[in-house]
C-alpha cells in the first residue's frame, strides 16, 4: 500500500451558502424586514467577535450569479460550535427569508508535501498556528471551489508513491507562491466530511488575480492530470453596513 501522506488539522470551517427570497423579502411588511435586520446584525456582530478573542474566525461576502446572494464562513475549534452557529442563524427571522443552495464542511489542513518538517511542535510554532487557525483576510473578493484529485485508472492520485506526489506538489506550490501579495489561500480537508476532498478559498483584492492563478495551474500536471473540480463561487467582501444596504429596500 502506498504511503499517505501526514496532515496538521485546525479550526473546522463552515462555509453557509445562502439564496434570498427577494419575492417574500420585498413583500413583508417594513417593520418585519427591519427587525429581521437588527436580529441579523446583532448576530454577525456576535459571530464576528470570536477573530479579536482568536476563538475561531468569520466572514461574510455578496455572490456574485445566481448560484447564491450571500456567503457565511465560520470557522470554530469544534464541529459543535459550528453545529451552533448554524442554528443561531437558522432560528431568527431572515433566515425565514433563505433557502441554502449549498454549504460545505471541512477542517484547515496542512499536508507534510509543503509543510514544516516534524521538527517543529505545530501546538506552539507561532507561523504553523497562523496557518491551522488562521484569521479570515479582509481582501475585497472571495472565491471558493470544491475538488478531488483523480482516482481514474492510471490517473489514479492515491497509486503513486511519495516520492512522485511529493514531486507535484512541490511544482505545483511554486505557482501558488508566485502569486504572494495577490492572492492568499486557505486549504480545507473534507475527505470522509463531505461529498468533495478538499475546499479551496482565496482571497485577492483584484478578482482578475483568481482567474489568473487557476488558469495557470491547468498546465501544471497536478491539475491537468489528476484534479477534478465542483462548482466556483466568487463574491465581494460586506462589511455589516454593506450587509444591511444589501438587504435594504
Known amino acids: 500500500m502506498n504511503e499517505a501522506v501526514m496532515t496538521l488539522d485546525g479550526w473546522y ?3 453557509d451558502f445562502r439564496l434570498i427570497d427577494w419575492q417574500a423579502w420585498k413583500a413583508a411588511e417594513p417593520a418585519e424586514r427591519e427587525r429581521a435586520l437588527t436580529e441579523l446584525r446583532d448576530l454577525t456582530v456576535q459571530f464576528a467577535a470570536v477573530t479579536p478573542e482568536r476563538t475561531g474566525s468569520y466572514g461574510q461576502y455578496a455572490i456574485v450569479g445566481n448560484k447564491a446572494d450571500v456567503l457565511f464562513i465560520h ?12 442554528t443561531k442563524f437558522n432560528k431568527t427571522r431572515f433566515a425565514d427569508f433563505t433557502v441554502s443552495p449549498y454549504s460545505y464542511f471541512s477542517v ?3 499536508s507534510s508535501y509543503l509543510a514544516k518538517g516534524g521538527e517543529v511542535d505545530p501546538e506552539t510554532d507561532a507561523y504553523l498556528q497562523s ?10 473578493h472571495v472565491c471558493f471551489y470544491p475538488m478531488n484529485k483523480k482516482r481514474d485508472g492510471e490517473d489514479n492520485w492515491y497509486m503513486l508513491s511519495m516520492e512522485e506526489r511529493q514531486r507535484m506538489m512541490m511544482s505545483h506550490g511554486k505557482i501558488g507562491r508566485s502569486y504572494a501579495g495577490k492572492v492568499k489561500q486557505i486549504i480545507t480537508g473534507s475527505v470522509g466530511l463531505d461529498d468533495w476532498e478538499w475546499g479551496v478559498t482565496l482571497y485577492a483584492d483584484d478578482p482578475l488575480q483568481f482567474k489568473k492563478l487557476i488558469y495557470e495551474m491547468r498546465f501544471d500536471e497536478v491539475s491537468a492530470r489528476y484534479a477534478e473540480f465542483g462548482s466556483f463561487f ?7 453596513d454593506a450587509l444591511q444596504q444589501l438587504l435594504t429596500i
Open 131 to 140: 496557518r491551522l487557525k488562521p484569521v479570515l483576510p479582509e481582501a475585497k
Open 75 to 86: 470557522m470554530r475549534p469544534t464541529v459543535e460550535e459550528l453545529t451552533a452557529v448554524k
Open 108 to 110: 484547515v489542513e496542512l
Open 13 to 15: 470551517a463552515y462555509h
Open 234 to 240: 466568487v463574491g465581494e467582501r460586506l462589511t455589516d
